[in-house]
């Protein structure tokens, strides 16, 4: 019996310690039926790639509140790409002020979560992005 | 270029698809492994279980890092299993924290797995996901098992050579170890030997292993790590090739994989078998012949013979 589920990918880059709102959306996640790959604090840009790689996601959440996200998350996307998996969807969540977003988006990130976003929202936004599976390649 | 040969050649991204392919059971991960399948046979497997905590994840950290430090290391592959929970059907796999010194060595694959309800300590689809990584040749392959604190005996079934780790401060380790994961045992680990009580749980588990069955070509050894500092860890690797050159000579090896194929095709004939006869019966006769059992009507064995009855 084929059994899919959305594997996400939650992970905190950079050297910021804030790492209850992650904890919220990972477990959430899971609550909805997700598999959810947690790998902690103080990631590289290259350690989630790599992961993402490894564990074959379909998301990558990042959740960033040290005001690094203009620097961090324009490398993830970079080498996402990269590495053949410009398919995978990245959603932020934390400290993202107003004026940043519309480059983030320009770069190709799918969603944008800041403080007091209900995680029903998150949810529905991440099934939303990736149903219907896109194709095999 | 057919996934097959992509992970036969090293891609990493078609490597890491096969495996979700394998996990969800789809016919592309079948045909990809039947393919695959001359290729398996030449890595190590290795199991580490033991109770939540022990630091399966953190040894298996320090283990690969020693490993990949040695001339000439092996390439190394990791499978983490973690529990679904069984009310929601999803999962948090947290095993990757304690991996973070593996990242950026291109000799090292870390995979995470949700158990998916199995019981047992894998998950279902495992020994596909270590196939098709023997098959694209990584040479060690370390498994962790779901922590449950019980005996993981699945482990047993799927590996050339079982870790079992203990770890001092926890009172009822030994206990757990009793029950039927000493005898599973390659190798008994206690870890955390940094922290006091590490010799004393030593100990209680060699007086336990003494009262156990007794294996006159292989005696079951009791090793002290810390994957906090590193002690023990060349000592850990060592030993396990000490137990994979035994299993060469003694013919072991070929007895578990001979063990472990025979368990595997049973397992999928159950399902085939399962699957066939219920798609065989007429609308809605199971259902009611278990609300039959159900209502106290029959038995359960009474009520299977009656449907092979007709
Ligand atoms: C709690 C807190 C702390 C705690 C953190 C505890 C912990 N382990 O997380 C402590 C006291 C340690 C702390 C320390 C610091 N903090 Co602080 N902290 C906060 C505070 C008050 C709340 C953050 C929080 O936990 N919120 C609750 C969670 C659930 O909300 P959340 O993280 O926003 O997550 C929600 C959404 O953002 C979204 N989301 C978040 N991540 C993700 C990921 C994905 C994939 C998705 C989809 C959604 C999503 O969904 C969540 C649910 O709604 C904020 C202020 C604020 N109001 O946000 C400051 C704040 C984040 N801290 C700040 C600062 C400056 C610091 C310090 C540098 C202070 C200092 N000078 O020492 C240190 C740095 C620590 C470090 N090592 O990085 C600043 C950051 C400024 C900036 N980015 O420009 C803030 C904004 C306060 C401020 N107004 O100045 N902090
Ligand atoms: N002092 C000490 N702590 C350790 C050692 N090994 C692991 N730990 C700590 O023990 C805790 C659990 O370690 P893990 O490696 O996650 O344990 P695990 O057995 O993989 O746990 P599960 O996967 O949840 O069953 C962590 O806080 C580790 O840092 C050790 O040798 N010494
Ligand atoms: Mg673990």
Redesign the pocket.
């Known amino acids: 019996m084929p059994e899919t589920k959305i594997r996400?990918l939650?992970a905190k880059p950079g050297?910021?310690?804030?790492?209850?709102?992650?904890?919220?959306?990972a477990r959430?996640l899971r609550d909805a039926g997700f598999e959810v790959i947690y790998t902690g604090l103080r990631q590289t840009p290259e350690m989630i790639a790599e992961a993402a790689l490894q564990e074959d996601v379909q998301?990558?959440?990042?959740?960033?509140?040290?005001?690094?996200h203009m620097t961090l998350v324009p490398r993830i996307l970079e080498l996402l790409k990269k590495q053949g998996q410009e398919s995978v969807k990245v959603?932020?969540?934390?400290?993202?002020?107003d004026e940043d977003r519309p480059k983030l988006e320009e770069l190709g990130v799918a969603?944008?979560?800041?403080?007091?976003?209900?995680?029903t929202e998150?949810i529905e936004?991440?099934e939303g992005a990736v149903t219907p599976a896109p194709a095999e390649g | 270029m057919k996934l097959a040969e992509r992970v036969r050649t090293g891609d990493r991204l078609a490597l890491a698809r096969l495996l979700t392919l394998i996990e969800n059971n789809s016919p592309e991960g079948q045909d990809t492994l039947s393919e695959l399948h001359a290729l398996t046979g030449r890595a190590h497997r290795i199991g580490v279980t033991g109770a939540p905590g022990t630091g399966k994840s953190a040894l298996v950290n320090r283990l690969t890092q020693h490993l990949r430090a040695q001339d000439d290391p092996p390439f190394v592959a990791i499978v983490a299993v973690d529990p679904t929970s069984p009310f929601t059907g999803g999962a948090i796999l947290g095993d990757r924290i304690r991996m973070r010194d593996l990242s950026g060595d291109p000799g090292i694959f870390i995979r995470s797995m949700a158990n998916r309800g199995a019981l047992g300590g894998l998950a279902g689809t495992t020994s596909g996901v270590v196939d098709a990584l023997d098959a694209a040749g990584f040479q060690w392959i370390l498994i962790e098992t779901v922590g449950t604190g019980q005996a993981e005996v699945d482990i047993a079934g799927a590996a050339h050579t079982v870790l079992v780790l203990g770890a001092p401060g926890m009172g009822d380790a030994v206990q757990t170890l009793k029950a039927g994961v000493l005898e599973i045992s390659d190798i008994l680990v206690v870890n955390k030997s940094d922290l006091p009580g590490a010799e004393s749980a030593a100990r209680a588990l060699r007086a336990a292993l003494e009262l156990g069955p007794v294996d006159s070509e292989w005696m079951t050894p009791i090793l002290l790590t810390s994957a906090d500092n590193g002690d023990g860890i060349p000592e850990l690797a060592a030993k396990i090739s000490t137990h994979m050159e035994h299993l060469k000579k003694t013919g072991g090896r070929e007895e578990r994989d001979h063990a472990r194929v025979v368990g595997e095709m049973e397992r999928l004939l159950q399902q085939r078998l399962t699957d066939r006869f219920k798609a065989a019966q007429s609308d809605g006769d199971y259902e009611r012949a278990i609300e039959r059992v159900v209502d106290r009507e029959l038995s359960p064995m009474r009520a299977i013979d009656e449907l092979f009855q007709d």
């Open positions: 996400v939650v050297l910021d310690g804030h790492d209850r709102g992650a904890k919220v959306i959430a998301i990558v959440g990042l959740s960033v509140l040290s005001g690094a959603m932020i969540g934390g400290i993202i002020p969603g944008i979560f800041g403080p007091g976003t209900s995680t998150v936004h991440f």
